[in-house]
């Protein structure tokens, strides 16, 4: 396989997408890779697992040293972005902040081409931290004027998962009964983070201007559904049992109290069961990539021999 020494850099390149986005690229013979994140923890993971890769602490956040791997880059993937926490300080440095000093970095040393990793909650009908964050992060993104692609995933799930799906399969194979809020039938457009990749991929190779692009799941999965589907392929024995929604709420609005960054919070719940159907476009002939089954994706997920033994802290 012949190798690509085209410099990409990945702001935020330590959590799902980038850990599953690095292992596609070095697949495809690309060796000049450098992730920039400030969690020291996943970060070495993911050096211990590509030692040929720069993997780097920063802040980015903050001016610093970390500026200076743009120089010369093809191309950044913007993947920096804060998920979960009860408070609206960190939603504003992390998705809002940072951004905004690595467009300047981008347009200061001329990087000719961006994918920015947005999200599906920018149209989504919920009012959380993170939904009205992405969405102005986005806006600015647009704004700064830099050659790019905007790309808006739903949910994702596949290797190194630690909130969503990951962290469901981890706590349905230690307790005996696995909690459904309601009725649990909440349609939802699981994305594999696998199939994201190679369209992150065909980006870079292609240089693809616009969007955005509403990035799907191509099948409709009902939650309920989609847990059934881990247990099974996770061998977990836990009962399935649904609880009222208020009950639920109320139980991790009490786990937020202890602890500082809870797996899943009340907003999100409040997303879950928002009702929101997202567009499903032909990404498949748009970018030249051949879509996983769910329920194969599922399987690759929970049972590679190398990566789904891999656990990202929060």
């Known amino acids: 396989m012949a190798t690509i020494d085209r410099k990409i850099v990945l702001p935020g390149g330590a959590g799902l997408v980038g850990q599953n986005l690095v292992a596609h690229l070095e697949r495809k013979g690309y060796t000049n890779i450098v992730v920039l994140d400030k969690h020291r923890h996943n970060l070495g993971i993911l050096q211990k697992l590509h030692p040929n890769i720069v993997a780097e602490y920063a802040d980015l956040a903050e001016p610093g040293a970390w500026e200076a791997h743009f120089e010369g880059a093809e191309s950044v993937v913007m993947l920096q972005a804060q998920i979960g926490d009860p408070n609206p300080?960190?939603?504003?440095?992390?998705?809002?902040?940072?951004?905004?000093?690595?467009?300047?970095?981008?347009?200061?040393?001329?990087v000719p081409y961006t994918v920015h990793i947005s999200s599906s909650v920018v149209e989504s009908v919920a009012n959380d931290h993170y939904t009205r964050t992405k969405?102005?992060?986005?806006?600015?993104?647009?704004?700064?004027?830099?050659?790019?692609?905007?790309?808006?995933?739903?949910?994702?799930?596949?290797?190194?998962?630690?909130?969503?799906l990951g962290w469901l399969s981890r706590f349905m194979r230690r307790v005996p009964v696995f909690p459904i809020p309601g009725h649990g039938q909440y349609m939802r457009q699981p994305l594999y983070v696998g199939d994201f990749c190679?369209?992150?991929?065909?980006?870079?190779?292609?240089?693809?201007?616009?969007?955005?692009?509403?990035?799907?799941?191509?099948?409709?999965?009902?939650?309920?559904?989609?847990?059934?589907?881990?247990?099974?392929?996770?061998?977990?024995?836990?009962?399935?049992?649904?609880?009222?929604?208020?009950?639920?709420?109320i139980l991790l609005k009490t786990w937020a109290l202890f602890d500082r960054n809870p797996p899943f919070t009340a907003d999100q719940l409040k997303a879950l069961t928002a009702g929101d159907e997202f567009e499903v476009i032909d990404w498949p002939s748009i970018f030249g990539v051949v879509p996983t089954a769910f329920a194969d994706a599922v399987d690759k997920t929970f049972n590679d021999p190398v990566y789904s033994k891999v656990e990202l802290e929060f």
């Open 89 to 110: 300080e960190p939603f504003v440095r992390n998705n809002l902040v940072s951004t905004d000093r690595i467009l300047d970095v981008i347009a200061r040393q001329q």
């Open 135 to 164: 969405r102005e992060q986005e806006e600015r993104v647009v704004a700064k004027g830099v050659d790019s692609v905007v790309l808006r995933p739903t949910l994702m799930f596949g290797w190194f998962d630690r909130k969503h």
């Open 198 to 249: 190679d369209i992150i991929v065909s980006c870079i190779e292609s240089h693809l201007l616009g969007g955005p692009f509403n990035i799907s799941g191509l099948e409709r999965v009902e939650y309920i559904e989609m847990i059934r589907q881990i247990k099974r392929a996770t061998g977990a024995r836990c009962v399935i049992v649904r609880i009222p929604y208020d009950l639920f709420s």
